[in-house]
C-alpha cells in the first residue's frame, strides 16, 4: 500500500479539514508512490486521516482529496465533486449568469483544479499534481458533449511547482471563429480563452465590477491595471463622463479598445494608456489630472509569502499615487489578489499609504471575490482576493 505516515503532533491541520500535507511533515512515505499517486495518510501513530494525491517535487507533498477511510479517490468520487460544485453554483448564482467559475479548486474538494465557463466554452486549468491526474475524469463529468468547446489553459507558472510542464491545448469541440462574447450586466465583453490572461478575464471581479458600475454615473474615472477593459467598461455603462485606462500590455490595451467598440462607447469617453502604472500616476498627478473614482487592481505582487514585504511596498506606492489623485469626497476601489497579504495586513498598507497622502479614508465597503470562488472554511489560503471601498476627504 502507498501510505505516508506524518510526524508526531502533525496531524492536526488534517484533522480541521485543511487539505495540504507539507513535505516538512512527512516522516515516512511506504510504497514508492510517483506523481499522481493515491496514498493514505496516516498520523504517527498509524491512524487514518485521509486519502491523497502525492507529488514528490512539491512542497505540498500530498493534496487531500477525501478525509472518509470508505471513500476512496476515484471516479465516482471526482464525478460526485463536480455535481456539487455545479449545484452549489446554481444556488449562489443569479440566474442567467454567462460567465462564471464553475470548479475553485480546494473550495470545492478538487484541489488545483479551475473550471471556467464562458457561455458555451469551459475553460480547464489545472494547477496541480492532483489536478492533471483526475482532468480526465473531472472533464467527463462536466459532459463536454454538452458544451461547444473544452479548451485547456494548464500554462500557468504555478504548476513548474509540481514538476509539471505548461500545456494548452483543445480538449473537446471547436472553438467559435468569431470572438467569443459574454455578457455581464449591460456589458458584453470579449474572452480570449486562448492567449488571454488567467482562463481569459477575472470573473472573480464580477460583483465588484457591478458596484464600480453603480458608483459611476457622471464621474471621471481612472482604471488602473484596466487588462480588458473590465472596470472601464462597467463604469462606462455606469454613465462614467470619462475613463482613463492605464495597463502596460499592449495586448490587454487592444483587447480592452475592442471591447469598447463591441460595446458601441464614444471613442471619446476613454483615454487609453499603455505604460507602467506605477509611473502612470505620478505622470498624471504631476500633470495635476484628478478623478472622482479611482480602481486600483494590480496584478498578484506577492506571489509566495516570501515575496510579501516587497509586495506591501508595492501596493502601499500604488495606493498612495491613487489616494492622491482623488478629488475630496472620491472613491477608491482598491485590491490585491496576493494570497499571502490578508484582509488586515492590506487594510493596515492602505492606511499608511493614506497617512503618507495626508488624506482620510474610511472604509465603506471590504470587498472579496465573487460567490461562484468560496473559501473553504477550514482553508482561509483560498481567500486571495481582498479588496476595500474607500471614501476620501
Ligand atoms: N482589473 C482587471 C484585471 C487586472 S489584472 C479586470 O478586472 O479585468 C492585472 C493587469 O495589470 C494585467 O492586465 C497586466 O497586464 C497589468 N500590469 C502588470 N504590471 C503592470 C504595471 N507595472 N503597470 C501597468 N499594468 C500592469
Given amino acids: 500500500?502507498?501510505?505516508?505516515?506524518?510526524?508526531?503532533?502533525?496531524?492536526?491541520?488534517?484533522?480541521?479539514?485543511?487539505?495540504?500535507?507539507?513535505?516538512?511533515?512527512?516522516?515516512?512515505?511506504?510504497?514508492?508512490?510517483?506523481?499522481?499517486d493515491?496514498?493514505?495518510?496516516?498520523?504517527?501513530?498509524?491512524?487514518?486521516?485521509?486519502h491523497g494525491v502525492y507529488c514528490p517535487k512539491s512542497q505540498i507533498r500530498v493534496r487531500v482529496l477525501s478525509f472518509d477511510e470508505a471513500t476512496p479517490i476515484d471516479e465516482a468520487l471526482i464525478a460526485a465533486r463536480v455535481a456539487d460544485a455545479?449545484?452549489?453554483?446554481?444556488?449562489?448564482?443569479?440566474?442567467?449568469?454567462?460567465?462564471?467559475?464553475?470548479?475553485?479548486g480546494e473550495?470545492?474538494?478538487?484541489?488545483?483544479?479551475?473550471?471556467?465557463?464562458?457561455?458555451?466554452?469551459?475553460?480547464?486549468?489545472?494547477?496541480?499534481?492532483?489536478?492533471?491526474?483526475?482532468?480526465?475524469?473531472?472533464?467527463?463529468a462536466l459532459e463536454p458533449g454538452a458544451w461547444r468547446a473544452v479548451m485547456e489553459r494548464s500554462d500557468v507558472e504555478v504548476r513548474a511547482l509540481e514538476g509539471l510542464a505548461p500545456r494548452r491545448g483543445l480538449l473537446h469541440g471547436a472553438l467559435p471563429d468569431a470572438p467569443l462574447v459574454v455578457t455581464e450586466g449591460a456589458v458584453r465583453y470579449r474572452v480570449d480563452v486562448v492567449a488571454g490572461q488567467k482562463t481569459g478575464f477575472f470573473l472573480d471581479q464580477r460583483d465588484n465590477r457591478a458596484l464600480v458600475a453603480a458608483c459611476a454615473d457622471g464621474r471621471d474615472v481612472l482604471d488602473a491595471f484596466c487588462y480588458s477593459g473590465g472596470f472601464t467598461l462597467a463604469a462606462l455603462a455606469g454613465g462614467a463622463a470619462h475613463v482613463t485606462a492605464i495597463d502596460s500590455s499592449a495586448d490587454a490595451l487592444a483587447q480592452a479598445r475592442a471591447n469598447a467598440?463591441?460595446?458601441?462607447?464614444?471613442?471619446?469617453?476613454v483615454a487609453w494608456r499603455e505604460e507602467d502604472a506605477f509611473a502612470g500616476l505620478r505622470a498624471l498627478h504631476a500633470a495635476g489630472r484628478r478623478f472622482d473614482l479611482v480602481v486600483v487592481d494590480p496584478p498578484k505582487f506577492a506571489p509566495t509569502s516570501r515575496h510579501v514585504a516587497r509586495a506591501a511596498r508595492a501596493y502601499k506606492d500604488v495606493n498612495l499615487w491613487a489616494l492622491k489623485l482623488l478629488r475630496p469626497g472620491g472613491q477608491l476601489f482598491t485590491f490585491s489578489c496576493s494570497g499571502a497579504i490578508d484582509e488586515a495586513l492590506f487594510?493596515?498598507?492602505?492606511?499608511?499609504?493614506?497617512?503618507?497622502?495626508?488624506?482620510?479614508?474610511?472604509?465603506?465597503?471590504?470587498?472579496?471575490?465573487?460567490?461562484?470562488?468560496?473559501?473553504?472554511?477550514p482553508f482561509p489560503e483560498g481567500a486571495y482576493l481582498c479588496g476595500l471601498r474607500l471614501d476620501v476627504t
Fill in 261 to 269: 467598440a463591441e460595446n458601441g462607447f464614444d471613442e471619446a469617453r
Fill in 1 to 36: 500500500m502507498k501510505r505516508v505516515a506524518l510526524k508526531p503532533g502533525r496531524e492536526k491541520s488534517l484533522r480541521r479539514r485543511h487539505p495540504w500535507v507539507f513535505s516538512g511533515a512527512v516522516q515516512r512515505v511506504d510504497g514508492a508512490p510517483q506523481r499522481g
Fill in 38 to 50: 493515491s496514498v493514505v495518510v496516516v498520523s504517527s501513530t498509524g491512524e487514518f486521516l485521509g
Fill in 107 to 140: 473550495a470545492d474538494g478538487l484541489p488545483g483544479l479551475v473550471v471556467d465557463r464562458y457561455d458555451d466554452v469551459l475553460v480547464v486549468q489545472c494547477q496541480s499534481a492532483a489536478a492533471e491526474r483526475w482532468r480526465d475524469a473531472a472533464v467527463a
Fill in 347 to 377: 487594510a493596515s498598507i492602505v492606511a499608511g499609504a493614506a497617512v503618507d497622502a495626508a488624506v482620510t479614508a474610511r472604509i465603506v465597503g471590504r470587498l472579496t471575490a465573487a460567490p461562484d470562488h468560496p473559501v473553504a472554511l
Fill in 86 to 104: 455545479l449545484a452549489f453554483r446554481t444556488r449562489v448564482l443569479a440566474p442567467g449568469v454567462q460567465a462564471c467559475r464553475l470548479i475553485h
